[in-house]
Each structure stands twice: as C-alpha cells, then as structure tokens.
C-alpha cells in the first residue's frame, strides 16, 4: 500500500509541475527539467516514504501511460517501460556506488536523452 501511495503521490506532483513548467516555459522543459524532477520526485518520494524503488516508477510509469494513451498508445508504452528502465538504473548506480543523489541524476540524464530522442520519434 505505501508503494502505490508513493507512486501516485510522485505522478501527482510531477503532473502539476510539468504542467506549470511547461504551460510558462515551453516545451523545452521536457527535455531539460522535467526529466530531473521526475527522478528527484519518483526516488526522493520511496526514499522519504518507503515501499519499492522499482514499483513507485513503474506505478509513475502506468500513470504517465494512461495520459499519454488518448494521443499516442505507442507513447504509453514507452512510458511504461522507460520509467522501468530509470528504475533499474536508479537502483544500479545506487547499488554500486551508494550515493542516491548521483543515482537520480545519472537516471535523470538518461531520461533527458529519452525525452529527446523519442520526441524527434513519436512526435
């Protein structure tokens, strides 16, 4: 149950950011600043309140899925799956250097590159 509040909590406060963020600043931020805010909020929200790294993105991931489906269903998936995939690289540089703030930003770095990439693909 702590799992799924933290994943929700996380997507609610990334969906009112990034639509202000976006909204006052464009769509850049979807490239630059979205993505750290993301990392920070998904894996600062587990740090701070418990439950399962890889399941609080995943649940972030199914629910950025959900928006993304009514425009793009091949979007949804990616969204599904590359929130997985910033899981596991969380959790492995995590493990291997023990410092969760280099862990969020290496995933925020690779979610930028996702971001951009897949914004010259799907959109």
Do not use: C, Q
Request: no cysteine; proline share 1%.
């Amino acid at each position: 149950m702590r799992t799924l509040f933290t994943g929700l909590l996380a997507s609610y406060f990334a969906f009112v950011f990034n639509h202000y963020l976006v909204s006052r600043f464009g769509n850049g931020v979807i490239v630059y600043i979205i993505p750290i805010l993301e990392e920070f909020l998904k894996t600062g929200f587990y740090y701070l309140l418990g439950g399962k790294l890889i399941t609080v993105h995943l649940i972030f991931g199914f629910i950025e899925g959900i928006f993304d489906f009514v425009d793009n269903k091949i979007a949804a998936f990616a969204a599904i799956l590359s929130h997985l995939l910033f899981a596991y690289i969380t959790l492995f540089i995590w493990t291997i250097t023990d410092k969760l703030l280099l862990a969020i930003l290496v995933s925020a770095l690779v979610h930028s590159i996702w971001n951009y990439l897949i914004g010259r693909i799907i959109v």
